[in-house]
């Protein structure tokens, strides 16, 4: 067998292995699900990856070379992603400086806090419009690497340095869909691409289909084969969750490992508020669960950060409880919480856990080894709990010596500290200053979860100027006040108590003290429980929590703040009932991304362009998928019926007439009198005067005007009758034969009566046809030349 030219290729292989490279792109986008929360993502991002298929299809398909092609993409992707991201910001559907104004404040929103995010994030429009570029791009470089330069393996690896890359950023959760969908299309390219190569060799006569066939069923047998034990039997061995390389481990040696904390962001935005279960605990006391404290303040960010150095747990023990301190035990289950961080109410001083955990002194903080605790993770926890009083409180003092981090007042603005200052005027104590600024926020402020302080240039002084926000805005500056008055103070971050469901009899923590069973309540905690809330620092006394959220309550701070526990209100359809909602796992970051009084929130699966609220955006992301392909389709049937016409035109003997004869060749076609293969200019004319094809022509005088009908627009003084139409195809069929047979080509006069014959036959067809077939006859998909 020896190898033909890509053009010998069977046409139907040719199509296969293209649907093949679509197929890998596709999987690519589908993989990036560990990316984003919700299915927002999918539609945009698969639109450009179609759009630019078919749109390299189309011009490769032309004959366009390299260049011209990769002009016509980067126009078309402008244009399409416009009308995606940007609509509302054109002028006559053409981008405008709008465009690019709105898109460029979209890709820095989004990537305002990326050196924090750690994903599945919300799929903001700046990840969206830069990824459909990066996509767009790939899936040219990819048919371009396929089918002009026989280069398959290199035209994939774009696509595999994207999955790859959403590995590394992604957690654990999703892995093997991931895995199975990129697998699966890179098989179905695979085995395509071999096709395709056996398809271009030369076969004995008869055999070339059943030989393409055995070769492209052995390929997917073998492709299908590494597919299953990739996927199912991978799993199995032992050492599958163990890295070959850990690039989270690679300079940290084996002492402390070093974790970001999770942020407060003061210039985030809270989107809607979730539902999802994130852990049930059942506890002898009610109590906010905590994840980690944070210490700085980053002032060019607005957002609160903290870095613990976090010890591995030998055993059960974290730290000594105090000699006078009660106990509040606590057994939880996981559910839908994500990241590493271990819910434990403060502070926590022994944990009964089946999975590697470290522990943060500073902090009080616990976190698992690996990315995240997995759904259905149970564990007891022992916290220290000691009721303070406000006598108690009141005759303690910060502390000479503190950590400096807690209080760095850089941060602190003039504003800040003046208002402090007046707010805390007569007050005797440093607990009286706090009780005093948790009073001010309490008694002036309003919870608003629709604020949006990220465009302010100080965030902080739009909180105090406006009046409105929701638990971060309270909690940071309220630590920004309390360290203007040299009260070191972090800020918390975790989740209210909980939806209480009952209590419970079967699995009652014990109180730690005799070791006989205390009464315990189960808790249901949901992503609207997640919150913030300041802690400041007493000589003697430790870190105490403070509330001046409104709208909220520490149980546990009760007895010294005033405050009765409160909490974000069940949704209406749920506080009918104390059964907890069906639970869903879906992983929520501690850093970025918990649903409810957590920090750049954006609700999962929040409804995107072309849907409304409650109603998947699926269905019109298909539709508009559809209309890209139609219109690619359409501007191909154009653009390759208008480059033959050009390539006719050329053709130094008689180009005018040529073009001139299969225009009307096309018309006669599309009226139902198609040419023969070896059928004369001559013998087809003789046709045309033979049929009654034409004979219409003389019926349609009088419109009879039916709604809806073209009649109308048919009749008119330009309408030839069936004599002038005879005449017409005579003169075409003549000069034509001339050209073709004759010594001679034929000269300008020829050519200008051929064209006018043919306009006069385009006229008379065009007056018989109703819309559809105008439509067809437009982008030549009627008749052959």
Not at 41 to 50: E, S
Not at 446 to 464: H, I, K
């Amino acid at each position: 067998m020896t190898t033909r030219h890509r053009g010998d290729a069977t046409p139907g292989v040719l199509a296969a292995a293209e649907l093949g490279l679509l197929a890998v792109g596709l999987a690519t986008v589908l993989g990036f699900s560990r990316l984003f929360l919700g299915t927002r993502y999918l539609g945009p991002l698969a639109l450009a990856v179609t759009a630019s298929w078919a749109l390299a299809l189309i011009t490769r398909r032309l004959g366009w070379g390299v260049g011209r092609s990769a002009l016509v993409s980067t126009v078309s992707a402008l244009l399409v992603l416009t009308w995606t991201f940007a609509a509302h910001t054109t002028w006559a559907g053409l981008p405008t400086p709008t465009t690019a104004d709105s898109v460029l404040t979209d890709v820095q929103r989004a990537f305002r806090g990326f050196s924090r995010m750690v994903a599945p994030v919300p799929a903001t429009t700046g990840f969206l419009v830069l990824l459909a570029i990066v996509m767009w791009a790939f899936t040219f470089f990819a048919d371009t690497a396929a089918f002009r330069f026989r280069g398959p393996v290199q035209a994939v690896i774009p696509y595999a340095s994207a999955f790859i890359a959403t590995g590394v950023l992604a957690r654990d959760s999703g892995r093997v869909g991931a895995a199975m969908a990129f697998l699966s299309g890179l098989a179905i390219y695979a085995v395509t691409q071999r096709a395709l190569r056996a398809s271009e060799r030369r076969w004995i006569p008869g055999q070339a289909r059943s030989g393409t066939t055995a070769v492209a069923a052995g390929a997917a047998v073998a492709v299908a084969v590494a597919v299953v034990v990739g996927v199912v039997a991978g799993p199995l061995l032992p050492g599958d969750t163990e890295a070959v390389l850990d690039l989270r481990a690679v300079g940290r040696g084996g002492g402390p490992r070093t974790v970001v904390s999770p942020f407060v962001g003061v210039g985030s935005l809270l989107g809607p508020q979730s539902d999802t279960v994130m852990f049930e605990v059942t506890s002898t006391e009610p109590a906010y669960w905590r994840l980690t404290a944070l210490a700085r303040y980053d002032t060019d960010r607005n957002i609160w950060t903290s870095r613990g150095s976090y010890q591995e747990v030998d055993g059960s023990e974290l730290a000594a409880a105090g000699p006078a301190a009660g106990t509040v035990d606590q057994a939880y289950r996981i559910e839908g919480l994500g990241g590493p961080w271990v819910p434990a109410a403060f502070e926590p001083v022994a944990i009964d856990i089946d999975a590697e955990v470290s522990f943060d002194a500073r902090t009080s903080s616990v976190i698992t080894r690996g990315d995240s605790l997995p759904t259905g993770t149970r564990y007891r926890v022992e916290s220290a709990s000691e009721r303070l009083d406000p006598e108690d409180l009141n005759a303690a003092h910060t502390p000479d010596r503190v950590g400096a981090e807690y209080l760095d007042d850089a941060g602190v603005s003039p504003l800040v500290a003046r208002i402090a200052r007046e707010q805390v005027q007569g007050a005797t104590s440093p607990y009286d200053r706090m009780m005093l600024l948790q009073q001010y926020f309490r008694d002036h402020f309003e919870y608003d979860t629709a604020v949006d302080y990220r465009d302010d240039v100080d965030p902080v002084a739009a909180f105090l100027d406006r009046r409105r926000g929701f638990c971060q805005q309270f909690a940071s500056t309220f630590a920004l006040m309390a360290r203007s008055l040299g009260v070191p103070s972090r800020v918390a971050v975790g989740f209210t108590q909980g939806d209480a469901v009952g209590a419970v009899d079967d699995v009652t923590p014990g109180d730690g003290s005799d070791g006989s069973a205390a009464p315990a309540t189960r808790y249901v905690v949901r992503g609207r429980h997640a919150h913030t809330w300041p802690e400041v620092y007493f000589d003697g006394v430790g870190w105490v929590a403070f509330e001046p959220t409104t709208g909220r309550g520490n149980p546990q701070a009760q007895s010294y703040t005033g405050i009765e526990p409160q909490q974000a209100e069940a949704p209406p359809a749920q506080a009918a009932t104390t059964a907890p909602a069906t639970t869903t796992t879906l992983p929520i970051p501690g850093s970025t991304a918990v649903p409810g009084d957590q920090l750049d929130t954006v609700a999962p699966d929040a409804p995107g362009p072309g849907s409304a609220a409650g109603r998947p955006a699926w269905p019109f992301w298909v539709l508009a998928a559809g209309g890209v392909l139609a219109t690619a389709v359409l501007v191909g049937r154009v653009a390759r019926r208008r480059g033959r016409f050009a390539g006719l035109a050329s053709d130094p003997r008689g180009g005018r007439v040529a073009v001139a004869w299969a225009r009307a060749v096309e018309d006669l076609a599309a009226a139902g009198v198609a040419p023969g293969a070896a059928e004369t200019p001559t013998e087809l004319a003789r046709r045309v005067r033979d049929s009654d094809v034409f004979g219409a022509l003389d019926e349609l005088d009088r419109p009879p005007g039916r709604p809806g009908d073209d009649a109308a627009d048919r009749d008119g003084p330009d309408r030839p009758d069936r004599a002038a139409v005879d005449a017409a195809v005579d003169t075409l069929a003549r000069i034509e034969t001339a050209r073709r047979y004759g010594p001679n080509p034929p000269d300008d006069d020829d050519a200008l009566a051929a064209e006018q014959a043919a306009s006069v036959l385009h006229r008379a067809v065009w007056s018989m046809l109703g819309r559809r077939d105008r439509v067809r006859q437009l982008v030549g998909s009627t008749g052959r030349s």
